[in-house]
């Protein structure tokens, strides 16, 4: 009977560290009890959440705690705040390369929530700037330290699709001559000495992908859909492969057949295999999904 007793002592350590777990477990199970990561595998963090849009509108505090959730994992950290330390150091110089085109633009609430962060980790207001086609003329971005690349997902009628590898282009002072061949070689952006070696971060925002549309200035919202998602990673190329895959898949179900790109994203295959920028084969992808898994397409 004595050795089967638990004093007041034990029982209250032994709640503690039951708290303590709980805690961890929720805040990150996939970290502490999901599958083992393959270190030879691209870490890329899909993230969505039912509540992201309300009528339309973005929830900026649900769309902070999604991209906090990502870079938690991404990272490895077990708070938000190490996360982005990881990231961005308080000497840096940031560029944040966002996109503008006024169908379908980087939400504000996001390019907001981004300054927030970088302020948060000691980099000054002075330091930090938001722009797309005035990149070169920038003076923040002229001396930047560090690039975080964000945009949402849309079909394209030049590259296939228009995601993080196209972002790039407004860092070109010939963009057009990146047109060739339906695009191809736009992997070539990355080794421009304005970009080459800064990009910390790639967002591919999943919240409204558009996922047709014929000509160059297509946009029609009923080729929209509320996937209310994120794909988040140090690879643009294995985010715009997962990005591809999903609005692939979006488009086979909307139009009840296999219904390829015209033109075909050919470019992201190519940043792999011709640029070796990074890796486009899922096999070679370690796809984290946190979050909301209805619809998930992928």
Not at 26 to 49: A, C, H, Q, W, Y
Not at 85 to 112: C, F, H, M, Y
Not at 146 to 174: C, E, Q
Request: proline residues 5%; charged residues 25%.
């Amino acid at each position: 009977m004595k050795k089967n007793t638990i004093t007041r002592r034990q029982l209250l350590k032994r709640s503690a560290f039951a708290a303590i777990g709980s805690s961890l477990f929720f805040s990150s199970p996939l970290r502490m009890f999901g599958r083992p990561r393959n270190e030879n595998l691209t870490k890329v963090i899909l993230v969505r959440d039912k509540s992201v849009l309300e009528n339309e509108q973005v929830n900026a505090s649900v769309l902070e705690q999604m991209l906090d959730n990502a870079l938690m994992e991404l990272t490895d950290t077990l708070d938000a705040v190490s996360a982005w330390r990881k990231i961005l150091k308080p000497e840096d110089v940031l560029g944040i390369k966002t996109n503008v085109w006024n169908n379908l633009a980087t939400p504000s609430q996001l390019e907001q929530i981004l300054i927030t962060k970088a302020k948060k980790t000691g980099i000054a207001e002075n330091n930090i700037s938001v722009s797309d086609r005035g990149v070169l003329t920038d003076p923040v971005f002229q001396r930047a330290t560090a690039l975080i690349n964000v945009r949402p997902m849309r079909t394209h009628a030049w590259a296939g699709v228009g995601s993080l590898l196209k972002n790039y282009i407004m860092f070109s002072d010939r963009p057009f001559s990146y047109h060739d061949d339906s695009c191809a070689d736009l992997a070539k952006l990355w080794e421009l000495p304005e970009v080459k070696g800064k990009t910390r971060l790639n967002i591919l925002v999943m919240l409204t992908p558009l996922f047709h549309g014929i000509g160059p200035h297509h946009f029609n919202k009923k080729y929209t859909w509320e996937y209310k998602g994120m794909i988040v990673g140090f690879d643009p190329v294995a985010i715009d492969a997962t990005g591809l895959r999903i609005i692939q898949a979006k488009r086979s179900e909307f139009f009840g057949e296999d219904t390829p790109l015209n033109p075909p994203a050919k470019h992201i295959l190519l940043a792999d295999t011709r640029h070796h920028l990074g890796t486009a084969d899922p096999n070679k992808i370690d796809l984290i999904k946190l979050g909301w898994k209805e619809d998930l397409l992928i």
